[in-house]
């Protein structure tokens, strides 16, 4: 029987994640506020990395 699992991860979802990931590795309490995400662009002509909204997803039909 298939399943379709549809998932989001949205900038606040990744931010959560990345200091939750941070503070286990390095065993101390870091300021959330501090974690910036970025995107490469590849619209421009430098290709440089900036501050952007940030969206993963993931849509996929999983089994037979």
């Known amino acids: ?15 959560n994640l ?14 959330i506020k501090d974690i910036k995400i970025e995107v490469k662009s590849n619209q421009n002509y430098k290709s440089e990395w900036e501050q952007a909204s940030f969206r993963a997803t993931v849509s996929k039909t999983i089994g037979k």
């Open 1 to 15: 029987m298939a399943a379709q699992i549809n998932i989001l991860v949205d900038e606040e979802t990744l931010r």
């Open 18 to 31: 990345v200091h939750r990931w941070l503070c286990e590795q390095i065993g101390a309490e870091i300021d």
